[in-house]
Nanobody, 120 residues
Framework: QVQLVESGGGSVQAGGSLRLSCKFS????????MGWFRQDPGKERERVAV???????VYADSMKGRFAISQDNAKRTLYLQMTSLRLEDTAMYYC??????????????WGQGTQVTVSS
């Protein structure tokens, strides 16, 4: 059974930083994709960044240079370092995992989410 558990969300002022963590377990394949997504109420879910088991990353344009996705395979943990946070970064952030496919376009498993709130 695949489990993804996010942590690290919270409230921060604009311009600040946060690091999200996602502890994952139960994914049996050594080839995989993982990623961070976000969703604000009333808006569509948005892909933030993804990383595959080779360490290849893909970012949404608005996150490039501000966010960094990484993984620690020994700790079975996925991270999202967020800097220069903006009001529009406020959302529920979800960790996801899926098969090793081009651009990590498919995610089969999702965490419960962690809330990030950016204030002025």
């Amino acid at each position: 059974q695949v489990q993804l558990v996010e942590s690290g969300g919270g409230s921060v002022q604009a311009g600040g930083s946060l690091r999200l963590s996602c502890k994952f377990s139960g994914y049996r394949s050594s080839k995989y994709c993982m990623g961070w997504f976000r969703q604000d109420p009333g808006k569509e879910r948005e892909r933030v960044a993804v990383i595959d088991s080779n360490g290849i990353t893909v970012y949404a344009d608005s996150m490039k240079g501000r966010f960094a996705i990484s993984q620690d395979n020994a700790k079975r943990t996925l991270y999202l370092q967020m800097t220069s946070l903006r009001l529009e970064d406020t959302a529920m952030y979800y960790c996801a995992a899926g098969p090793f496919v081009p651009l990590c376009a498919v995610m089969d498993y999702w965490g419960q989410g962690t809330q990030v709130t950016v204030s002025s």
